[in-house]
């Protein structure tokens, strides 16, 4: 391992390496090994008082090579995952805390990417004009309910802000689009995080306020310093718009908003037995509104009262042993759980309380999560993985139908079901500049009994030595919120309610095509074209409503799966990466998003905003004595279209403007960020 200073050292047998006597600053990280590519990390931030820990995965060399120079690999939009040869890049946790308008949370710093558009207000994110709801989110390889602040609450899919902290991500990954088949019940993409290792050779510990909170870190090694290699990682975080209110720093005379967040990680390596490791994450959330003093009302949300409470976790223990040769086995039990009970109510003239809404939804997953991937030769590598997951769930909802009516039971059930995976990956170096991963995911919901075979496909050409041309299809899956199969509808004629419980899976088509071309070791620039077609949608008969366009955190509807929907465009991304104080990325996309109702027709969906513009760059300065303290000022412009929606019809009803659901119509909004 090598710095941009000269500064070097060997690893150990298991791959371990301390470099000492580094400067505070930026530097360059190269590691080499015979057999395997280079590879380089640039502008790594090291910052005084803390040790950098860096997880560093490098790939087997595919041909046997005579006496030739080997260029190390730069490319930061290069995946972790080996399988994702298109539709996918490397989340770096420096860019998420550098990056204007990230606000160190990765959904979103992950809208600066191209085909990915945030709604402002909350962190929920729309791929290719998917809804935010279509979106994985992945916690150490396993499938974690919305991991955000007030999620689904703010908007179905999104949230405030994640509960895991920016200090401790690893480099993660991001994937769009046609992912290969370790990723099932996804439609947009997934978000497949990492959790770093503490440093285990040295304490440290940190406290900072921000505006997103108190926040106390810890990290360092189990045991005593020297003699152990395992270590832990703690951060807590409490509101501070709580404590500001406390303090009459600000003015939140009707408001309460109160958040707490807790993460750790446990990494136990062992001479023989592999590494064990204990990780969790998990949120707390209360917020409430109250309703003014009569003299202050001026529209209709201040007759509105509201109250939540919220608590979201996940954890597990993690397993991997190295098997020989080549092989590795990843062996996970994890258990996730989500709570939400909420309130809301109406008042008159004479402060007389009509309640519109009241409920509560507990759910949670045991998780078995099994995967062995082999390196059978330098040119081929299989993946074999099974997903096991047994959830549980009680749920009560009453929903006031229309204005001054009593509420009416949506849904009112508890038990559990199950869902099954079973996949399988194959990466096969074809020849020197050829690739291909070719896969298969199968998945059965207990639920309704349903069987789904998704395959998977992807070629990687390497056009020349600086540029790649790629091209993928996968048939992806994904079920609903378990609350939506169990809403209960009465038909009005004296029939019996009918439920959602024959819902199927939504399903997908997805095909996509990438060129990437590298620029010097500093900059490179994608192009990457892409079709979606969605069918066995969600919708309702007799109206253009469908589940494509949802943004409430429930569904009181009966619903069939005769919907469809299509996305397809272009994304574009031009990058230069940090160097000499400066960088800079322009992402773009034009796109069209489209869904097909219970009758047929089709209309814009509610995420078809046609175009996406980012514009994000910087400027550093290294100053102080060894140049040891960092400025930085850093920029960003967003121009999107805006959501659609529904006009009112003139002439309407209160009654009929609540059931009615016509074609949209555009708007057109913009973001500066800084």
Same mark, same amino acid.
């Given at each position: 391992?090598?710095?941009?200073?000269?500064?070097?050292?060997?690893?150990?047998?298991?791959?371990?390496?301390?470099?000492?006597?580094?400067?505070?600053?930026?530097?360059?990280?190269?590691?080499?090994?015979?057999?395997?590519?280079?590879?380089?990390?640039?502008?790594?931030?090291?910052?005084?008082?803390?040790?950098?820990?860096?997880?560093?995965?490098?790939?087997?060399?595919?041909?046997?090579?005579?006496?030739?120079?080997?260029?190390?690999?730069?490319?930061?939009?290069?995946?972790?995952?080996?399988?994702?040869?298109?539709?996918?890049?490397?989340?770096?946790?420096?860019?998420?805390?550098?990056?204007?308008?990230?606000?160190?949370?990765?959904?979103?710093?992950?809208?600066?990417?191209? /085909?990915? @558009?945030? !709604? #402002? &207000?909350?962190?929920?994110?729309?791929?290719? *004009? $998917?809804?935010?709801?279509?979106?994985?989110?992945?916690?150490?390889?396993?499938?974690?309910?919305?991991?955000?602040?007030?999620?689904?609450?703010?908007?179905?899919?999104?949230?405030?802000?994640?509960?895991?902290?920016?200090?401790?991500?690893?480099?993660?990954?991001?994937?769009?689009?046609?992912?290969?088949?370790?990723? /099932?019940? @996804?439609? !947009? #993409? &997934?978000?497949?995080?990492?959790?770093?290792? *503490? $440093?285990?050779?040295?304490?440290?510990?940190?406290?900072?306020?921000?505006?997103?909170?108190?926040?106390?870190?810890?990290?360092?090694?189990?045991?005593?310093?020297?003699?152990?290699?395992?270590?832990?990682?703690?951060?807590?975080?409490?509101?501070?718009?709580?404590?500001?209110?406390?303090?009459?720093?600000?003015?939140?005379?009707?408001?309460?908003?109160?958040?707490?967040?807790?993460?750790?990680?446990?990494?136990?390596?062992?001479?023989?037995?592999?590494?064990?490791?204990?990780?969790?994450?998990?949120?707390?959330?209360?917020?409430?509104?109250?309703?003014?003093?009569?003299?202050?009302?001026?529209?209709?949300?201040?007759?509105?009262?509201?109250?939540?409470?919220?608590?979201?976790?996940?954890?597990?223990?993690?397993?991997?042993?190295?098997?020989?040769?080549?092989?590795?086995?990843?062996?996970?039990?994890?258990?996730?759980?989500?709570?939400?009970?909420?309130?809301?109510?109406?008042?008159?003239?004479?402060?007389?309380?009509?309640?519109?809404?009241?409920?509560?939804?507990?759910?949670?997953?045991?998780?078995?999560?099994?995967?062995?991937?082999?390196?059978?030769?330098?040119?081929?590598?299989?993946?074999?993985?099974?997903?096991?997951?047994?959830?549980?769930?009680?749920?009560?909802?009453?929903?006031?139908?229309?204005?001054?009516?009593?509420?009416?039971?949506?849904?009112?059930?508890?038990?559990?079901?199950?869902?099954?995976?079973?996949?399988?990956?194959?990466?096969?170096?074809?020849?020197?500049?050829?690739?291909?991963?070719?896969?298969?995911?199968?998945?059965?919901?207990?639920?309704?009994?349903?069987?789904?075979?998704?395959?998977?496909?992807?070629?990687?050409?390497?056009?020349?030595?600086?540029?790649?041309?790629?091209?993928?299809?996968?048939?992806?899956?994904?079920?609903?919120?378990?609350?939506?199969?169990?809403?209960?509808?009465?038909?009005?004629?004296?029939?019996?309610?009918?439920?959602?419980?024959?819902?199927?899976?939504?399903?997908?088509?997805?095909?996509?095509?990438?060129?990437?071309?590298?620029?010097?070791?500093?900059?490179?620039?994608?192009?990457?074209?892409?079709?979606?077609?969605?069918?066995?949608?969600?919708?309702?008969?007799?109206?253009?409503?469908?589940?494509?366009?949802?943004?409430?955190?429930?569904?009181?509807?009966?619903?069939?799966?005769?919907?469809?929907?299509?996305?397809?465009?272009?994304?574009?991304?031009?990058?230069?990466?940090?160097?000499?104080?400066?960088?800079?990325?322009?992402?773009?996309?034009?796109?069209?998003?489209?869904?097909?109702?219970?009758?047929?027709?089709?209309?814009?969906?509610?995420?078809?905003?046609?175009?996406?513009?980012?514009?994000?760059?910087?400027?550093?300065?290294?100053?102080?004595?060894?140049?040891?303290?960092?400025?930085?000022?850093?920029?960003?412009?967003?121009?999107?279209?805006?959501?659609?929606?529904?006009?009112?019809?003139?002439?309407?009803?209160?009654?009929?403007?609540?059931?009615?659901?016509?074609?949209?119509?555009?708007?057109?909004?913009?973001?500066?960020?800084?």
């Amino acid at each position: 391992m090598v710095d941009e200073v000269g500064i070097g050292c060997s690893s150990d047998i298991d791959g371990n390496f301390v470099i000492t006597h580094v400067p505070v600053g930026r530097h360059t990280i190269k590691a080499n090994h015979i057999c395997y590519e280079p590879i380089v990390l640039k502008e790594q931030l090291l910052s005084a008082g803390k040790e950098m820990v860096l997880d560093l995965k490098m790939r087997e060399c595919a041909n046997e090579l005579g006496e030739i120079v080997v260029k190390p690999r730069v490319n930061k939009q290069q995946p972790l995952n080996a399988m994702a040869q298109t539709g996918a890049r490397m989340f770096s946790i420096e860019e998420a805390a550098r990056y204007a308008g990230g606000m160190a949370d990765p959904a979103r710093t992950a809208s600066m990417f191209a /085909g990915v @558009a945030a !709604s #402002g &207000a909350t962190n929920g994110i729309s791929i290719h *004009g $998917n809804s935010p709801q279509m979106l994985q989110w992945r916690i150490e390889g396993i499938e974690v309910n919305n991991p955000n602040h007030f999620g689904e609450i703010t908007e179905a899919g999104g949230g405030i802000f994640t509960s895991l902290n920016g200090s401790m991500l690893a480099n993660s990954d991001f994937l769009t689009g046609a992912m290969p088949a370790e990723y /099932g019940n @996804a439609l !947009s #993409g &997934a978000f497949d995080i990492k959790m770093r290792s *503490g $440093n285990n050779t040295k304490y440290e510990h940190a406290f900072q306020v921000g505006t997103l909170g108190f926040d106390i870190a810890s990290e360092g090694p189990l045991g005593k310093k020297g003699r152990t290699k395992a270590s832990y990682l703690v951060n807590y975080r409490y509101s501070f718009l709580k404590v500001a209110k406390e303090l009459k720093a600000i003015n939140m005379e009707n408001e309460d908003l109160d958040y707490q967040d807790l993460s750790f990680k446990l990494n136990m390596p062992t001479s023989k037995a592999g590494t064990f490791s204990v990780w969790f994450t998990g949120l707390h959330d209360n917020y409430s509104n109250d309703v003014p003093d009569i003299s202050d009302w001026e529209t209709l949300w201040d007759i509105n009262s509201s109250w939540s409470k919220q608590t979201s976790i996940a954890g597990g223990i993690s397993h991997k042993i190295m098997l020989n040769p080549g092989g590795t086995l990843r062996s996970s039990i994890a258990v996730t759980e989500s709570y939400r009970k909420l309130g809301m109510a109406d008042y008159d003239s004479n402060m007389f309380e009509t309640p519109n809404m009241a409920g509560r939804n507990t759910q949670w997953n045991l998780i078995l999560d099994v995967v062995h991937q082999q390196k059978i030769s330098s040119r081929y590598t299989m993946q074999n993985g099974i997903n096991q997951q047994h959830m549980g769930f009680n749920l009560l909802l009453d929903v006031c139908p229309t204005v001054a009516k009593p509420l009416e039971r949506v849904y009112d059930s508890n038990g559990s079901t199950g869902l099954t995976r079973l996949y399988s990956s194959h990466k096969l170096q074809l020849t020197n500049r050829l690739s291909a991963v070719a896969g298969v995911n199968v998945m059965w919901f207990k639920l309704n009994s349903q069987w789904l075979l998704e395959p998977r496909l992807s070629f990687a050409y390497k056009t020349s030595a600086s540029s790649t041309l790629s091209a993928a299809y996968a048939l992806n899956s994904r079920k609903e919120n378990t609350d939506v199969y169990f809403v209960e509808t009465k038909p009005g004629d004296g029939s019996p309610a009918m439920t959602n419980k024959d819902l199927g899976l939504t399903r997908s088509h997805h095909f996509s095509v990438s060129f990437a071309k590298q620029i010097g070791d500093d900059a490179q620039i994608k192009v990457e074209p892409y079709y979606q077609y969605v069918f066995d949608v969600p919708v309702e008969e007799g109206s253009t409503f469908s589940l494509i366009n949802n943004r409430a955190f429930y569904i009181d509807r009966h619903l069939k799966g005769v919907g469809a929907g299509r996305n397809y465009g272009i994304d574009l991304t031009a990058e230069r990466y940090l160097r000499d104080g400066y960088y800079g990325m322009l992402t773009a996309t034009l796109f069209k998003s489209e869904y097909r109702d219970a009758q047929g027709s089709w209309h814009s969906t509610r995420y078809d905003r046609r175009y996406i513009v980012n514009v994000l760059g910087g400027k550093e300065w290294m100053l102080g004595k060894g140049n040891s303290n960092v400025l930085g000022v850093n920029a960003r412009v967003t121009m999107q279209g805006g959501d659609r929606y529904s006009p009112v019809p003139e002439g309407l009803t209160t009654e009929e403007i609540m059931e009615r659901n016509d074609k949209t119509v555009p708007e057109i909004a913009y973001r500066v960020e800084f």
